[in-house]
């Protein structure tokens, strides 16, 4: 017995040791470092909502919501309008956080601290110049959105950041993009036809958000890998249900330990991660070595083209990393679009007399023509005033 006292004395002390340390670990990571970047931040004069251990703001955004629903169901007139102020409509807690702390402060997602910004002024400072590149993203999305957007251009910080853009800013040059309007116009005419059918049937609804969301995808995965091929076809069908996946899992981003709070859907989003990863990287390589050739110049052929084949050392993205920038690409451009194309939408058809202006000015511009290009689209003045640049200003900022 007095042989093993020394091996069990060792062996608990090496146990006592390994759960202090990762005691330690859990409380620095959810605990400290977060303790600290708030008095960090709140030094340095941002001010905001007090965040509770370990939801941060979560549960205020809920109570937000909450209160904003009950208040539309309990009022009959506001029910049947809707209010043209969209940020305080679809976005209630950062409303009334602006109307407290200003146009930036900071919020909590569970133990992560972001930053809203609504001062062109401040965003235009703290993008540009050595600052620009400092700023770091949330480690959140790192852990969470992982399957989504794996290392792309969302995700990468500081100079990594820099050799993306560096790369990637040249494939969406306006020639570029002028190039990929037909397919463009090809999903948006087969959207209409389907539309047209539905109505024709009796249809007495179309659910347009629904409708935009998956030809926006469809157009985002074309313009960016192609889904002619069989394996393209799989990787868009692929990500629209890791989508669904992960927007079943959002409910707690920023908590620590969130993905055991929902382990089914955070494996099964690791797991067609996994399987568009292969896809994506079996259609690059067939490219790559010419057993696909793509006449179509689509974002990864252009963003290959640029690689220079094999690409030039520390100028180059590696072929992990343009599956990562594709699927940056299909989750970061196809939602956006379809949800700011809807809100339009929904904006036109409460104001019949926009809609009047709008059609008589395509009608000079297109005619009789069934096909609509890039440079008839230039032409469409009042479209481009009154609805897309107000869309795009934003992300202008983000791409020039
Ligand atoms: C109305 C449509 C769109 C809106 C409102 C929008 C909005 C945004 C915003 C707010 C960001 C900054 C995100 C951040 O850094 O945390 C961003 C970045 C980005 N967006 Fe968009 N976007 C739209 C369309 C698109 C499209 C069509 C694409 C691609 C085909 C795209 C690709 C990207 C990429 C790659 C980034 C990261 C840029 C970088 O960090 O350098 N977006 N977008």
């Given amino acids: 017995m007095e042989f093993f006292l020394p091996l069990y004395n060792f062996v608990l002390s090496t146990l006592v040791v390994s ?22 931040l709140k030094r340095n004069g941002f001010k905001g909502p007090s965040p509770v251990f370990p939801l941060g703001n979560i549960m205020d955004m809920k109570r937000a919501i909450e ?3 009950r208040s539309v169901k309990s009022d009959d007139e506001s029910f049947n309008t809707v209010s043209h102020d969209i940020h305080s409509t679809v976005f209630p807690y950062y409303a009334c956080w602006q109307r407290s702390h200003g146009k930036v402060f900071m919020y909590w997602l ?48 500081g100079d990594e950041w820099v050799r993306h853009r560096h ?21 948006a005419n087969k959207m209409l036809e389907n539309w047209t059918a539905l109505i024709n049937s ?14 926006a995808g469809e157009i985002i995965a074309k313009t960016s890998f192609g889904i002619s091929h069989e394996d393209g076809k799989k990787v868009f069908e692929k990500l629209r249900a890791m989508q669904i996946t992960l927007f079943k899992t959002n409910r707690f981003v920023g908590v620590p330990f969130n993905q055991f709070i929902a382990p089914k859907q955070s494996l099964e989003a690791k797991k067609l991660g996994k399987e ?38 520390g100028k180059s993205l590696t072929t992990r990393e343009l599956v990562d920038e594709c699927k940056t690409f ?45 440079t008839m689209i230039a032409g469409l003045k009042k479209v481009k005033n009154t609805i897309l640049n107000e869309k795009q200003m934003m992300h202008v900022f983000f791409f020039t």
């Fill in 19 to 40: 759960v202090l340390f990762v005691l330690w670990r859990v409380s620095f990571r959810c605990w400290i470092s977060p303790s600290r970047a708030y008095q960090k």
């Fill in 67 to 69: 209160e904003g629903s």
């Fill in 110 to 157: 569970g133990t992560e601290p972001f930053l809203y910004i609504a001062d062109p002024e401040f965003l235009k400072q703290m993008s540009s110049g050595v600052m620009g590149k400092s700023w770091g993203k949330p480690r959140v999305f790192k852990n969470d959105r992982e399957p989504m957007f794996g290392n792309g251009l969302v995700m990468t910080e």
């Fill in 167 to 187: 790369v990637i800013t040249p494939a969406f040059s306006p020639a570029n993009l002028k190039g990929m309007a037909s397919l463009m116009v090809e999903s």
């Fill in 202 to 215: 009796g249809q007495p609804e179309i659910d347009v958000e629904r409708e935009m969301i998956s030809t």
């Fill in 276 to 313: 568009i990863d292969d896809l994506l990287m079996s259609i690059i390589e067939d490219r790559k070595t010419g057993i696909v050739v793509n006449n179509q110049k689509d974002l990864l052929g252009l963003l290959l083209e640029g690689n220079g084949g094999n690409g030039k050392a």
């Fill in 330 to 374: 299909f989750f970061g451009g196809h939602e956006t679009t379809a949800l700011a194309l809807s809100w339009t939408l929904l904006l036109l058809a409460m104001h019949p007399e926009w809609q009047d202006q709008l059609r008589d000015e395509i009608k000079q511009v297109v005619g009789d023509k069934k096909e609509i290009d890039a």
